[in-house]
């Protein structure tokens, strides 16, 4: 079967508002399927990932009780090898996406959370992430496999492991990206609304709200902001900023593939696929597993990283729909 891929929009955006061309940042879909990749080296959610023998495997900065008294192992969630990136922006790559995603000569990047809930009393259970990049020729001698995963609760954050079917897609800013432009007053739907309906083309602001963002899993492109930051260090009247005063740029939105309305992929296969997994789950089962299909809630969980600093640290950022 061909692999899925994002259907045509259902407005023509660009065409309508030629202006938004400067806007654009292509994202790259991951478009996650279950399944079991066993190169360890390869592009996948979850299983196990290219991680160096001699390397101390990251533990959770907050010393969690464990039933084997051991440091809380961070759980691997995500690898993504920068061919496979390049492949998925087919005759047109974007090298500076590129550069990015894979800074500093890496060819490979990685992405881990801590599994428990870190608040009994959060309403939001989205982990933390920590992020590592490196060289996949220098991993000359690859830890055989992760650390076991000793179940702590029924909530803990686990992935079914995945294969991915990367491709690149052009995102432009989500509506709520326009306050920071257009310095709309902190409740800006009728501006914005009045703006896109009579000065920008004529499209309806949902409409444009439903299609101008990349859903689902994805790497860069723009946000799908939504209502309300619920953790994280920024509100969203603000554009999110380093320490050193540098604007962030969006690294990842982790959400579910499940609602993603006209971005449902193509063929029609992938898109009954996505929509007719096992929602709601069983009773009893853990509700924060993350899945193709699965639910994360309400929430959407987003990283941003800074490209002026070469600290190579990022920020997570909850929002709530
Ligand atoms: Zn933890
Ligand atoms: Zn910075």
């Known amino acids: 079967m061909a692999p899925p891929r994002s259907r045509p929009l259902s407005v023509d955006l660009l065409g309508r508002m030629p202006w938004l061309r ?7 879909r991951l478009h996650p399927r279950p399944g079991l990749v066993a190169d360890r080296a390869a592009s996948k959610l979850g299983g196990e990932l290219l991680w160096p023998a001699d390397e101390p495997w990251p533990t959770c900065p907050i010393p969690h009780v464990d039933p084997e008294g ?12 920068r061919d496979d990136a390049l492949a998925a ?10 550069d990015e995603l894979f800074p500093a000569g890496s060819d490979l990047l990685q992405m881990m959370w801590c599994s428990r809930l870190h608040r009994d009393d ?33 909530k803990d954050y686990l992935v079914r492991p995945c294969v991915l079917h990367l491709e690149q897609v052009d995102d432009l800013p989500h509506f709520s990206e326009w306050e920071y432009e257009w310095r709309a007053p902190p409740d800006p739907c009728d501006v914005l609304d009045t703006r896109f309906r ?30 309300m ?8 009247h603000e ?21 993603v309305d006209w971005w449902r ?49 990022t920020w997570d950022m909850v929002t709530l729909t």
């Open 22 to 28: 400067d806007h654009i940042r292509p994202a790259i």
């Open 198 to 227: 009579g000065e920008l083309g004529g499209v309806p602001s949902e409409i444009y709200c439903a299609e101008s963002t990349a859903p689902g899993i994805k790497l860069g492109g723009h946000p799908p902001l939504q209502q």
């Open 122 to 154: 959060d309403e939001v259970r989205l982990p933390s992430t920590a992020w590592f990049w490196r060289r996949i020729a220098d991993v000359t001698a690859p830890r055989a496999r992760a650390p076991r995963h000793v179940p702590a609760t029924p």
């Open 229 to 236: 930051v619920v953790r994280g260090e920024f509100s969203l």
């Open 239 to 259: 554009p999110p900023r380093c320490p050193a005063g540098h604007r962030l740029t969006h690294l990842l939105t982790f959400n579910d593939e499940r609602f």
């Open 265 to 313: 992929p193509t063929p029609e296969q992938w898109a009954a696929e996505v929509n007719d997994e096992n929602w709601p789950p069983p009773e009893g089962a853990p509700v924060s597993v993350c899945e193709p299909g699965y639910h994360f809630g309400d929430t959407l969980l987003h990283v941003f990283h800074c490209p002026r600093c070469a600290d190579q640290r």
């Open 89 to 98: 922006g087919g005759a047109r790559p974007d090298h500076a996406l590129l």
């Open 70 to 81: 051991d440091r809380a192992p961070l759980y691997p969630v995500m690898q993504v090898r």
